[in-house]
């Protein structure tokens, strides 16, 4: 990938909302230059959505997560894949990445009460011909995700005004 | 008590700092947004931060040897040569000093003999010319203008120079213009420099900030100029290290023998800390080519544009900087004066910003605005002056 396209992503990373005419200032770029690399890269899949990065604790929502650690038989030609596209599928599952170590997929996943979630590992995960095992871990807390810190950050500690 | 008989009255002259009213004004502003900082915005990098946490907890609480720790200075000596062609020993031609200002302190207490003239571009950095007084010399401002991109040119410099006349400070890339300067007109003045036998003092503390293709020049690589420059740099601005106060110096070894001696029995060293920091800053940017750097410089460049073109959509003439993290824009159309500007913005809109009078006569009709602000506040900020001059 080439520098400016790379550019263009830290860019909107940092805030996907950026008009299209500010980027191309803060590029010295062309803005017809801007919303073709744009165009591009949504259509090669590089960029997949905007969606904001969302802290759910401040929400006010009854909301679970938890992460699952699933131990698979990998199947003949398909190896991990034909399994992790049947779990993907559920609804609750937000994320599901093949591992290695000790187990062979990590799920992020997300129910509205703790009984869901728990219906969902006894009744939809673990009953899954190849699934062998699974731990499930909920999450407490999020201090960090996608890079940006939920916690308040401590205020500009520099002085105001200074030579 | 009357202490005037016992205080020096060249220092009691000296006039307190112009920038030191607006602090007073901003601290009792709490929403203001300030683009009247001199300093990054960013944190200095966690892995440097954390070497200097494992170095207190390894128990590193000693001095160091005067001139800093050698592997420091290595390190220091192998940056400068890959990314400025400078050639310094380590051994005898560098020393670590107490942030960049430090080193001004020294050059300028080791050079100057009492009345000894030193050339000063304007506007520039608050301190070179109370350093200069405090030295015991003379300081002679010479004029840069904005039509001449803030460049200190050769006529200039020529006109300036008297039979007193011994040290020239180059302050390039400049606070607060953000002006570089390039290396044709860097030979020029070194044409002046040597016909008059001057002694150059190169603060190059914004170096890493420069926008231009050609990118930075030091002076001190022009033929026969490393003999008669004193380099100073440091790693505030580089590597957001503002707090740590780490820098250094570096001249030919009979020169810097005799700024060590004031460092030596003035300051000692530099803290271990922050030493053991500044050498993390330069090995992790050896093995990742200063990546550090790289991502702080880019979201300068990325927030310099944006500054340019909103003061020139507001129909203000601004130059475009091409180093440091400051915008210089020309206020001249408001029939304002640079403090009359600032007060008022700050006080109806809640924008701080540093009148260019801050840095010499000659920043008069200018406004320094230092774009190291996250971009939200910018934007808002740029709004808000744009409000405020409408509503002139």
Known sequence: MDHMKLELLQLLQQDCRTPLEKLSVMMNQPLETIAEMLDDMEKTGV?????????WDRVGKERVEGMIEVR?????????????????RFDEVKSVYLMSGAYDLLLHVEAPTLKEL????SSKLSVLENVTGTATHFVLKCYKSDGIIFEPEPKDRRLAVNP | MDYSRYLNPAIAAVPKSGIRRFFDIVQTMPQAISLGVGEPDFVTPFHIRN????SLLDGETQYTSNAGKISLRNEIAYY???????TYDPNSE???TVGASEGIDLALRALLNPGDEVVVPEPSYV??????????GVPVPIVTDADNNFMLTAETLKAAITPKTKVLIMPYPNNPTGAVIDRESLQKLRDVILENDLIVISDEIYSELTYSEEGHVSIATLPEMRERTVYINGFSKAFAMTGWRIGYLCAPAALLENMLKIHQYAIMCASIQAQVAAEEALKRGREDDY??????????????RLMVDGFRAMGLDCYEPLGAFYVFPSIQKTGLTSEVFCERLLREKGVACVPGTAFGECGEGFIRCCYATALDQLTVALEKIDEFLQDL
């Open chain 2, 127 to 136: 301190s070179y010319c109370p350093g200069v007084i405090f030295a015991g």
């Open chain 1, 118 to 121: 728990a219906l969902f590992v």
């Open chain 2, 291 to 304: 990546a550090d750097v790289r991502t702080m410089h880019q979201s300068y460049n990325h927030r310099r």
């Open chain 2, 94 to 96: 560098i020393v670590v």
């Open chain 1, 72 to 88: 698979t038989t990998p199947q003949r030609d398909e190896g991990f894949d034909a399994i992790a596209k049947r779990i993907y």
């Open chain 2, 51 to 54: 070497a200097a946490i494992d």
């Open chain 1, 47 to 55: 960029i997949l959505r905007y969606a904001p990065v969302i802290n």
């Open chain 2, 80 to 86: 400068l040569k890959r990314r400025y062609s400078l």
